[in-house]
T-cell receptor, first 115, second 114 residues
Framework: AQSVSQHNHHVILSEAASLELGCNYSYGGTVNLFWYVQYPGQHLQLLLKYFSGDPLVKGIKGFEAEFIKSKFSFNLRKPSVQWSDTAEYFCAVILISGGYNKLIFGAGTRLAVHP | NAGVTQTPKFQVLKTGQSMTLQCAQD?????MSWYRQDPGMGLRLIHYSVGAGITDQGEVPNGYNVSRSTTEDFPLRLLSAAPSQTSVYFCASSRGGTGTDTQYFGPGTRLTVL
């Protein structure tokens, strides 16, 4: 079955540290890729997405992600995190197969940024 | 636009009780979905709808019913609540279902079944 794996369930960083969250998916066909963020007490918001073209995509709040097709990966990065980045981050994949394309989520990574 | 709204925000049920979680969107989106979020498991698709009158099952449909009589509303019904249904429920909508349409999520309903 198709799946999305996020390698780290909990990450703790100090402000100004660099961030990289791993995401791998298991599907050999065409995919669209997303990172969503859920701030404490809030609903999910789209951080960035990749459909095609330049594999390095930039999102909101200084986040970026790189799609590496050969590694089935879509890792999220930020050069310098802030306390306000404390949130849960979800990688999600849509498998393009015709008809309604369902969004499959990873288990999420909780990021805590300490001042 | 209010976007996607959900009611109630919190609910406690006893085993065997029934209830309906409400979801509405004002963006004229055709596609609507219900997810449940459990610790360590991310979001899992319960049911989805590709338009008024059309619904289908997702990954974890057992114990839940849906209907879509209007474009705006997509209620989720629990006919006989079980403790395993304790979760946070999110409704989402998107303009289309082709994979390039962004899904917009509601604020969630936190349900506890005792």
């Amino acid at each position: 079955a198709q799946s999305v794996s996020q390698h780290n369930h909990h990450v703790i960083l100090s402000e100004a540290a660099s961030l990289e969250l791993g995401c791998n998916y298991s599907y050999g066909g065409t995919v669209n890729l997303f990172w969503y963020v859920q701030y404490p007490g809030q609903h999910l918001q789209l951080l960035l997405k990749y459909f095609s073209g330049d594999p390095l995509v930039k999102g909101i709040k200084g986040f970026e992600a790189e799609f590496i097709k050969s590694k089935f990966s879509f890792n999220l990065r930020k050069p310098s995190v802030q306390w306000s980045d404390t949130a849960e981050y979800f990688c999600a994949v849509i498998l393009i197969s015709g008809g309604y394309n369902k969004l499959i989520f990873g288990a999420g990574t909780r990021l805590a940024v300490h001042p | 636009n209010a976007g996607v709204t959900q009611t109630p925000k919190f609910q406690v049920l006893k085993t065997g009780q029934s209830m309906t979680l409400q979801c509405a969107q004002d963006m004229n989106h055709e596609y609507m979905s219900w997810y449940r979020q459990d610790p360590g498991m991310g979001l899992r698709l319960i049911h989805y709808s590709v338009g008024a009158g059309i619904t289908d099952q997702g990954e974890v449909p057992n114990g839940y019913n849906v209907s879509r009589s209007t474009t705006e509303d997509f209620p989720l019904r629990l006919l006989s609540a079980a403790p395993s249904q304790t979760s946070v429920y999110f409704c989402a909508s998107s303009r289309g279902g082709t994979g390039t349409d962004t899904q917009y999520f509601g604020p969630g309903t936190r349900l506890t079944v005792l």
